[in-house]
Every structure is written in structure tokens, then in C-alpha cells.
């Protein structure tokens, strides 16, 4: 698939870019280009290639899940405007 000048043009139009000829010009071969490496791609037989969730095959060095900060629940709830059963109180918004 390749681009035509009036298309680049009308793709500019609809995107409210104002673009002079030389710019048309110069995205038309960039997206042209763009389009042939994608045809190029996909005409790669890929059959017997097994997919892959990420490029490099890594484990993710996860941290133990564990309690870092002391509970200061009390301390908070102490200075809010109203609780109740533990809970912050905060006025309605929607009906």
C-alpha cells in the first residue's frame, strides 16, 4: 500500500494541520516508507516461530510482600472532620 499526495493532504485536512507542499511532500515518502516496512514485515513467513510475551527472556525480581510502615490509622482518624465504624465521613456529592 502506498499514500498518494491528495491523501496525505486530506489526512492533514482532517487532523486540522496546515501543511505546505514541500512538508506533504516529505510525510509522503516517510509514511510511504513506513508502509513498506510493514508489507516487507508481514510477508516474513512466520509459521514455525513460537510467540513470545517479551523480546528477552527475564525473570522479574519481585520483593517479598511484606509491611513496611507502621499503622498510624488511629493518628489520621484522629484529625478528620468525622468518622464513623472507622471510616472517613465525607459529605454527598451525587443524588
Known sequence: MSLTLEQVRRVAQLARIEISDAEAQTTLGHLNGIFGLIEAMQAVDTRNVEPMAHAQDLAQRLRDDCVTEVNQR?????????????????PKVLE
Open 74 to 90: 488511629e493518628a489520621f482518624q484522629a484529625i478528620a472532620p468525622e468518622i464513623e465504624a472507622g471510616l472517613y465521613l465525607v
